[in-house]
C-alpha cells in the first residue's frame, strides 16, 4: 500500500509536469484525497510525501575525472590559490571555524565556502593533499559540533544564522558522496542539525530572518534572500537519507521557505513582468533582490519550491527569471551583468566573480531538473567564457569585476560600478571583497559533477560537454566507462571509447547552436550520419555491450549580435571572441581589500600572491567590419594552459578603424554611435574571450 501510493504520487507529479490543465490537477488532487486520508488513519510513516525527483540525476562526485585542458586547469587550480588557501589564507586558516578568529562578516561563510570546494576539487583529481585538508576540516567540524546540533562556533542567537551553515552541509554532502565510509557521520551530524534548524525556525525563523540590527548573522540579508538554499541542503537529506526523520526535515524545508516570504524575499514576485527591472542599478527603486549573485542563486528558488509546492506555476516562472535576467542584465559570456547590483546591458558595467560560478551551478542544476537544453548552453557559456577571463593562467590570481569592453585593469581613479571599489578589477588575492577568492574555484569542479547525468534507469547523458571519463554502474550492475577525448570547445569534435558490460542509452548533449547541416556522428568507424536530435536535444546512441567508438562533430557558424547603441559581438559556437590587446603587467604584492593597504608577508604565499595591473599597447579605441571576418584554426595539440593569451588554437582576423573612444576619469563611454574612422583600414585579432585579459567585445560598425 505504501509503496503503491509513493509510486501513484509519484506518476502524478510527472504526468503533472507534463503541462496538464489546472482543473485536471485540481481534480485528481479531489480524488487523491480519500486516498491519502486513509493513509493518515493507518498511520503508516514511510508513505511520507515525496519532492519531485529531478529529470537526470548527477553521479556521486568522483565518478567523473577530468582529462585534457579540464585537468590542466584543475590542477592549476590545485597548485595554486584554491589547492593553498588552507596553508595560509587567514580567513580560512584562522576563520572562527578553525580556531582563529578571522571573518570578513556576520555570515561566518568564507571557511564554508572553501570547504564546498575544496571537496569536489580534492575528488575529482584525487588529490591526496587536498583530500587531507578536506578530513581536517569535517573532522574538526564533526568534533566541534554543540549538544544541541549546532554546526559551527556560535553560542549567541544574534551570530547564529543558518546561511553560513549551507557551504558547510553542501561540502558534507559531496563529501557523504565521494567517500561512502564518512556517510553514517555525516548524514548523523545533519540530522541532528536539522532538528535544530526545525526548531529555531518555528520561533519566528530565529536564524533566517534578523530581529534587528543586533543579530549580526543578517548582514546584507543575503541568508534570507537566498533562502532555499539550505532548503537545497535539506531536501538532498530528505531524499537519500530520511532515516525516519521525514516530518522534521520536511518542516526545516517549508519553514526556510515561509521565512523568506515572510521576510519579503518571495523571488515569485520578482519574476514578474512589469515588476523585474528591466534598466540597471542606480535606476532601480526596490532593491530587495537585485543583487546579481542573489539573483544567479535565486533564479533556482522558484524550482526548489517546485519540488515541494508542486504548484505548476513555479515551473513556468522558472523559465521566466531565466529569460527577464539575461534578456536584461545578460552579459555574452553567459554572465550576468551586476556590480554587485544589476547594471543592465552596459559594457563598461561590471560582473562579479560568484556569480560566475553561481550560474554555472544553478544551469546545471536547472538542466537536470527540467532538460531544458539551453541550461546546459548557458552553464558551458560561463564556463568557457567569463569565468576563465577573470583569473590569471596560474590560477593564483582573480577579478572581483571584469567587464565586457575592458581594455585596461587597474586602480582606478574613479569607477561607473554601483557597489564594488576602484580595485575591483585588478587581478589578485582579494581585490575588492575575499568572498571571490574563497567562491570561485567551485567553478570547474561542480561543472565537471554535471558533466555526466543519469537518465532513467539505463542511460547516460553527455551533458556539459568537456574532456573527461566517468565509471557508474546503470541497471542490472551494467558497469559502464565512458571516455570523451575531446579538445571541446576549442575544436568540436568529440571522440568517445565506451566499454559497458551491459547495452545501454547513450545521449549525447546537442548544443542548441549546431548547423546541423554540417554535423555528423560515426559508430565503430562506419560511415558519418546526420545528427538527430531528439525532443530533449540528445543524439541517443543505442550502446551494445563490450566496447563501442563514437566520433560526433558538431557544426558551428560565426554570429553577430547587436547590442548597446548598435555595437557587436562576435560569437561562433561555444566561445565568445573579443579583440585582444597586447599589455604590459605590473604586479606587487596582494593588497588587502579593506581598507586597501599592503598585507603583512605572513598572510600572504610570497611570491604568488600579487596584484596585477594590466596597461595596453595596441590600440583598443575601433570600429569593426563585421562582415570581413575570417576564422583561423590551429592543428596540434592543445597548449597548457589554454587560458593564456594566444593560448586557444583559434582566432579571427577582421578589419577595423581607429575611432575616437573616450574616457573619462576611468571610466569608459558606451560605445560611440556612427563613428568616424580616424585611420585607414586595418587588421585586427580577435581570441576567445576566455584567454584575453585585457580586450574590447562589443564594438561599433565601421563605415566602409
Ligand atoms: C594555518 O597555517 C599555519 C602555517 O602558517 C599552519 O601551521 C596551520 O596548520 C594552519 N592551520 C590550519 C587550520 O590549516
Ligand atoms: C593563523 O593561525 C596559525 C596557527 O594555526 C598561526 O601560526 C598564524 O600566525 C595565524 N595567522 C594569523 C594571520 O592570525
Ligand atoms: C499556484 O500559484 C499561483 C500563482 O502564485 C496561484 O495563483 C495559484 O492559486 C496556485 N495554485 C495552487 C493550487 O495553490
Ligand atoms: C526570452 O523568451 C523569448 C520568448 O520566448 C525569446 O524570444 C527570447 O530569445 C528569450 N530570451 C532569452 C535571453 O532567453
Ligand atoms: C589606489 O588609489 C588610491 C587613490 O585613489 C591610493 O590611495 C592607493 O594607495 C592606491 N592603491 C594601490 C594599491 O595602488
Known amino acids: 500500500m505504501a509503496v503503491y501510493n509513493a509510486q501513484l504520487l509519484h506518476a502524478i507529479a510527472e504526468f503533472l509536469s507534463s503541462g496538464f490543465q489546472v482543473y485536471l490537477s485540481n481534480l485528481i488532487c479531489i480524488m487523491l484525497r480519500p486516498l491519502l486520508l486513509v493513509q493518515a488513519l493507518v498511520g503508516l510513516a514511510s508513505a511520507a510525501e ?29 597548485s595554486g590559490l584554491a589547492g593553498h588557501e588552507w596553508d595560509f589564507y587567514r580567513f580560512v586558516n584562522n576563520s572562527t571555524w578553525t580556531g582563529g578568529t578571522w571573518e570578513y562578516s556576520g555570515l561566518h561563510e ?43 562556533t556560535e553560542t549567541k542567537s544574534e551570530e547564529r544564522g543558518l546561511w553560513g551553515r549551507f557551504f558547510v552541509l553542501m561540502g558534507m554532502i559531496q563529501y557523504a558522496e565521494a567517500e561512502p565510509s564518512e556517510t553514517e557521520r555525516i548524514v548523523t551530524a545533519m540530522h541532528k542539525f536539522v532538528n535544530l534548524a526545525h526548531s529555531m525556525l518555528k520561533q519566528n ?44 526535515i520536511w518542516g526545516a524545508i517549508d519553514l526556510m521557505f515561509k521565512g523568506g516570504i515572510a521576510a519579503q524575499r518571495d523571488w515569485r514576485t520578482f519574476f514578474v513582468d512589469g515588476v523585474f527591472p528591466t534598466v540597471g542599478m542606480p535606476d532601480i527603486v526596490d532593491r530587495r533582490f537585485v543583487h546579481g549573485v542573489d539573483l544567479a542563486e535565486g533564479m533556482r528558488w522558484p524550482t526548489a519550491l517546485y519540488r515541494l509546492d508542486k504548484n505548476q506555476s513555479l515551473i513556468e516562472q522558472t523559465h521566466k527569471g531565466v529569460n527577464l535576467t539575461f534578456t536584461y542584465h545578460g552579459a555574452n559570456s553567459g554572465t550576468i551583468t551586476a556590480d554587485e547590483q544589476l547594471a543592465g546591458m552596459a559594457p563598461n558595467r561590471g560582473s562579479e566573480l560568484c556569480m560566475s560560478v553561481e550560474t554555472m551551478w544553478t544551469m546545471s542544476y536547472l538542466y537536470n531538473f527540467y532538460g531544458t537544453n539551453a541550461y546546459a548552453d548557458r552553464a558551458e557559456k560561463v564556463a568557457f567564457n567569463a569565468m576563465p577571463a577573470m583569473l590569471t593562467p596560474d590560477w593564483w590570481g582573480h577579478q572581483y569585476a571584469a567587464m565586457a569592453n575592458q581594455p585596461f585593469v587597474r586602480n582606478m581613479t574613479k569607477s561607473i560600478f554601483a557597489n564594488i571599489g576602484k580595485y575591483g578589477t585588478v587581478f589578485g588575492l582579494e ?30 547523458i ?16 551494467n558497469q559502464v566507462t565512458v571516455t570523451s577525448t575531446t579538445d571541446y570547445p576549442f575544436r568540436t569534435t568529440i571522440t568517445y571509447s565506451i566499454n559497458a558490460v551491459k547495452a545501454f542509452d547513450f545521449y549525447i548533449r546537442i548544443p542548441e547552436w549546431t548547423v546541423l547541416g554540417s554535423s555528423g556522428i560515426s559508430i565503430n568507424s562506419n560511415s558519418v550520419s546526420r545528427l538527430k536530435p531528439t525532443a530533449e536535444g540528445h543524439q541517443k546512441v543505442s550502446v551494445r555491450a563490450g566496447k563501442t567508438e563514437i566520433t560526433i562533430s558538431f557544426g558551428q557558424q560565426l554570429e553577430v549580435v547587436t547590442r548597446m547603441n548598435d555595437a557587436v559581438a562576435i560569437h561562433r559556437g561555444p566561445l565568445l571572441y573579443a579583440l585582444d590587446l597586447e599589455y604590459t603587467d605590473t604586479s606587487i604584492p596582494s593588497q588587502q581589500y579593506n581598507p586597501l593597504q599592503p598585507l603583512p608577508d605572513n598572510q600572504l604565499y610570497l611570491p604568488y600572491t600579487k596584484d596585477h595591473s594590466l596597461t595596453p599597447t595596441t590600440p583598443w579605441a575601433i570600429a569593426i567590419d563585421p562582415k570581413s571576418i575570417k576564422v583561423h584554426e590551429e592543428g596540434g595539440a592543445l597548449r597548457e594552459p589554454i587560458y593564456k593569451k594566444g593560448g586557444p588554437p583559434l582566432w579571427l582576423e577582421l578589419d577595423a578603424c581607429d575611432i575616437d573612444w573616450a574616457v573619462t576619469d576611468d571610466i569608459l563611454d558606451l560605445p560611440p554611435k556612427n563613428p568616424v574612422c580616424k585611420s585607414g583600414k586595418k587588421k585586427v585579432r580577435f581570441a576567445p574571450y576566455g584567454s584575453t ?12
Not at 50 to 57: D, E, G, I, T
Not at 694 to 699: I, P, Q
Request: with cysteine; proline share 7%.
Open 431 to 460: 581585490p575588492n571583497y575575499p568572498c571571490c577568492t574563497v567562491n570561485h574555484p567551485q567553478g570547474y569542479p561542480k561543472f565537471l559533477a554535471n558533466s555526466f547525468v543519469k537518465y532513467g534507469n539505463n542511460g547516460l
Open 110 to 152: 568564507t571557511a564554508p565556502y572553501w570547504f564546498n570546494y575544496i571537496v569536489p576539487l580534492a575528488y575529482t583529481l584525487d588529490d591526496a593533499r587536498l583530500k587531507k585538508q578536506a578530513k581536517e576540516f569535517l573532522d574538526h567540524v564533526l568534533a566541534t559540533q554543540q549538544a544541541d546540533g549546532w554546526l559551527g
Open 205 to 248: 525563523y530565529l536564524g533566517l530572518v534578523p530581529r534587528d540590527a543586533n543579530d549580526v548573522f543578517g548582514a546584507g540579508n543575503h541568508g534570507v534572500t537566498r533562502a532555499h538554499e539550505m532548503a537545497t541542503a535539506f531536501q538532498w537529506l530528505y531524499d537519500n537519507h530520511p532515516n525516519g526523520n521525514e516530518e522534521n
Open 462 to 477: 553527455h551533458a556539459l560537454l568537456s574532456p573527461g571519463e566517468v565509471k557508474t554502474i546503470l541497471a542490472n550492475n
Open 693 to 704: 585579459k585585457v580586450r574590447m567585445t562589443e564594438l561599433p560598425i565601421m563605415k566602409v
Open 50 to 78: 515525496q519532492l519531485v525527483p529531478f529529470k537526470y540525476q548527477t553521479l556521486p562526485l568522483g565518478s567523473i575525472k577530468p582529462l585534457g585542458w579540464l585537468r590542466n586547469q584543475l590542477e592549476l587550480s590545485a
